[in-house]
């Protein structure tokens, strides 16, 4: 090749050469096409001629190019950033929807896997709440937004990763292990994942052990599902103690040393300004039992407010605890009341409480009543109530106190009470307030009084949140149950969040509510959301009293079958035992079943109540019965007149009286 061609500079830093005014040729373009065997001069730009952008004849189409070299840009480089950036935000707010949408916008739907890996890896490394959201979020997409293949490949470079995850996580095997089990039981992973996972990593890597660890220590585990499920659950409630306890020793240092400056910086490190409530509410109460401490804790107050690390409305929700709990703080300290009440108007001259406290803490928000004594007492005589309940489990003597106070005008008080109370005590509480629920559904609440509990809890979803940091989860997963529990219909959550003010965060929690109940496997994943115990006593119960009812009508003694249901303890679920004995009489064409109701009623077993809800709930599931059995409606109204008859149902049964006596329920699985 010519020797001017080899002399060319690299495309990549090429610069305009010298060219002849004459079309951006040297000189040498005059002169032919070269010597033999060559190229030509054409493609030789060693001469010292140059474009003249002056010529007439100047065309800058002919101006040499000038090749800028760039780096290329990776996909997945950017798709791995934005990864974390949605990741990073989903463990700072928990916003499943928000994460979802994201991750739609994002695309590159191939890089799936990676997100799977990312979520994952980056949850490993954090604490039992990020690992336990991360779950949750993978259960969430599964299906709408990442297929089962995805996740599957995800998991499998998780594991091929292990050995370098070890590195940074000493506890990987373990940690990486129970992601997996946990991914079988949520059903996002098949049980044969780890048969073929086994095929694809070294025997002696970290990621076989992670199978081994999966498979022996978490799947094969006697209630490994329930193990599996609880493992990362309630260590929010640690973490809230653990503040208060902080908070606590942090006043006591600074009215020990004086110290404002560093009391504010140590306020400022623990990160949680939605919470600074608290430290206004225990500063005050120090400053009540240590009088002496008073001037320091109002001069930290002072401070804090000016500094702007304790927000206005943080302050005024700190007043407003404290104001709420002066009849109890009274019986430690005489004078909390008085002491209280000379603090506020001097918190407020020096400008560091907002006048907006003398408003709220004079309003009730709950009931506008004329009575106040009334609703007053009624809250005291409930509170009562619920506590022996959480004490004894006795369903039956609760309704019969409800009853006894005759004030079902205040039923939504007691819903708003019951899960307020039930939230700030341990899952096993949390799981009888969900029993309870359905029981007073059935019993002696109606949709409307549900609905409005529901609806005062998220007005006033704020004001809980200040003594409970979950409240907004808890409130959701108490939303969903009920819905699951059928104690509320799907639509009743749109009409909650209807009756909710604007701008309220309750519906918000409202919007948590729905992509639970939406999730794969909702049901059995939110009935054991507390950990089953108590609260599987109706899910328990359905299934014996479908066993007893199969075993009497394939021959057994009418005596044992009454016997077997008093046995169940639940006289409020009695109706269910109707509902599941006329159903079985209408598919096996024989009157077995006429004969023990008739049994239970006459011994008193199954009321007229109990009998009427259990008609009514086969009435309300008729269109749903004749997809099986063609002439349902016909033997139901059959069953309704010899029912009539022997008096389990009043005469007017079927009536518009009648129906107005007995609100519809929602149909019962």
């Known amino acids: 090749m010519h020797g001017s061609v080899a002399k060319a500079t690299s495309p990549l830093s090429c610069t305009p050469s010298d060219s002849s005014p004459f079309g951006g040729f040297s000189k040498h373009s005059m002169d032919g096409a070269g010597g033999k065997g060559t190229w030509g001069k054409l493609l030789d730009t060693d001469g010292e001629s140059r474009i003249d952008r002056n010529d007439p004849n100047y065309d800058s189409g002919e101006e040499p190019y000038q090749l800028v070299g760039s780096s290329v840009c990776n996909p997945l480089d950017e798709y791995k950033k934005a990864v974390v950036s949605i990741l990073e935000e989903y463990f700072s707010t928990g916003d499943v929807e928000l994460a979802a949408s994201d991750l739609r916008e994002l695309g590159s739907t191939e890089y799936l896997p990676y997100f799977v890996k990312r979520l994952v890896s980056m949850a490993m490394d954090r604490h039992d709440k990020e690992k336990e959201m991360a779950s949750v979020l993978l259960s969430a997409l599964y299906a709408d937004v990442i297929s089962s293949t995805q996740i599957s490949q995800g998991f499998v470079m998780l594991l091929?990763?292990?050995?370098?995850?070890?590195?940074?996580?000493?506890?990987?095997?373990?940690?990486?292990?129970?992601?997996?089990?946990?991914?079988?039981?949520?059903?996002?992973?098949?049980?044969?994942?780890?048969?073929r996972a086994k095929k694809t990593v070294s025997k002696t890597s970290k990621g076989f052990q992670v199978i081994q660890t999966a498979e022996k220590s978490y799947l094969s585990a006697p209630h490994h599902a329930e193990l599996v499920e609880r493992r990362w659950g309630g260590s929010t409630h640690i973490t809230v103690e653990e503040v208060k306890k902080k908070i606590v020793d942090l006043l006591r240092e600074y009215v020990e040393s004086g110290d404002t400056s560093e009391a504010c910086r140590c306020i400022r490190e623990l990160s949680v300004s939605f919470f600074h409530h608290e430290v206004v509410k225990r500063a005050l109460v120090l400053a009540m039992e240590i009088r002496t401490a008073e001037p320091l804790i109002l001069k930290l107050l002072k401070e804090a407010s000016e500094e702007g690390l304790i927000s206005s409305s943080q302050m005024v929700k700190g007043f407003v605890r404290l104001a709420e709990s002066l009849d109890d703080l009274a019986l430690d300290i005489p004078s909390a009341k008085s002491l209280f009440q000379s603090l506020v108007p001097l918190a407020i001259s020096e400008g560091w409480l907002d006048e907006s406290f003398l408003k709220s803490s004079g309003e009730d928000g709950e009931v506008e009543d004329k009575d106040d004594k009334r609703v007053r007492k009624y809250k005291e005589q409930i509170v009562t109530i619920i506590h022996e309940y959480f004490l004894s489990d006795d369903?039956?003597?609760?309704?019969?106190?409800?009853?006894?106070?005759?004030?079902?005008?205040?039923?939504?008080?007691?819903?708003?009470?019951?899960?307020?109370?039930?939230?700030?005590?341990?899952?096993?509480?949390?799981?009888?307030?969900?029993?309870?629920?359905?029981?007073?559904?059935?019993?002696?609440?109606?949709?409307?009084?549900i609905v409005d509990g529901f609806v005062m809890l998220l007005e006033s979803a704020e004001d809980t949140a200040l003594d409970i940091l979950d409240a907004s989860n808890e409130l959701a997963l108490f939303l969903a149950r009920a819905v699951i529990d059928d104690v509320l219909a799907p639509l009743n959550l749109e009409e909650i969040a209807m009756k909710l003010p604007p701008n309220c965060s309750g519906s918000e929690t409202v919007h948590v509510a729905r992509s639970l109940i939406a999730a794969r496997h909702a049901g059995e994943r939110i009935l054991r959301c507390w950990g089953g115990g108590t609260g599987w006593a109706v899910e328990d119960a359905k299934?014996?009293?479908?066993?007893?009812?199969?075993?009497?009508?394939?021959?057994?003694?009418?005596?044992?079958?009454?016997?077997?249901?008093?046995?169940?303890?639940?006289?409020?679920?009695?109706?269910?035992?109707?509902?599941?004995?006329?159903?079985?009489?209408?598919?096996?064409?024989?009157?077995?079943?006429?004969?023990?109701?008739?049994?239970?009623?006459?011994?008193?077993?199954?009321?007229?109540?109990?009998?009427?809800?259990?008609?009514?709930?086969?009435?309300?599931?008729?269109?749903?019965?004749?997809?099986?059995?063609?002439?349902?409606?016909?033997?139901?109204?059959?069953?309704?007149?010899?029912?009539?008859?022997?008096?389990?149902?009043?005469?007017?049964?079927?009536?518009?009286?009648?129906?107005?006596?007995?609100?519809?329920?929602v149909t019962a699985s």
């Open 395 to 449: 369903i039956p003597e609760l309704i019969r106190s409800l009853e006894d106070l005759a004030a079902p005008e205040f039923n939504p008080i007691f819903l708003k009470k019951l899960i307020t109370l039930a939230m700030d005590r341990k899952n096993r509480e949390k799981e009888m307030a969900s029993v309870l629920l359905s029981a007073l559904h059935i019993e002696i609440f109606s949709t409307e009084d």
């Open 160 to 195: 091929e990763a292990a050995d370098d995850l070890a590195v940074d996580i000493l506890d990987t095997v373990d940690v990486l292990a129970l992601f997996i089990a946990r991914a079988v039981v949520d059903d996002i992973l098949p049980p044969a994942f780890l048969t």
């Open 543 to 665: 299934d014996k009293i479908l066993k007893l009812l199969e075993e009497y009508e394939s021959g057994g003694v009418v005596s044992e079958a009454c016997q077997c249901i008093r046995d169940l303890g639940m006289p409020f679920f009695n109706h269910e035992v109707v509902k599941k004995a006329l159903v079985m009489a209408m598919e096996k064409k024989n009157d077995r079943m006429l004969h023990l109701l008739q049994e239970c009623f006459g011994e008193g077993l199954i009321t007229i109540n109990q009998m009427t809800k259990g008609f009514a709930r086969i009435k309300d599931g008729l269109d749903d019965l004749a997809l099986d059995i063609p002439n349902a409606e016909e033997k139901y109204n059959f069953y309704v007149e010899h029912a009539k008859k022997k008096g389990w149902l009043v005469p007017t049964f079927g009536s518009s009286a009648a129906a107005d006596a007995f609100p519809t329920l």
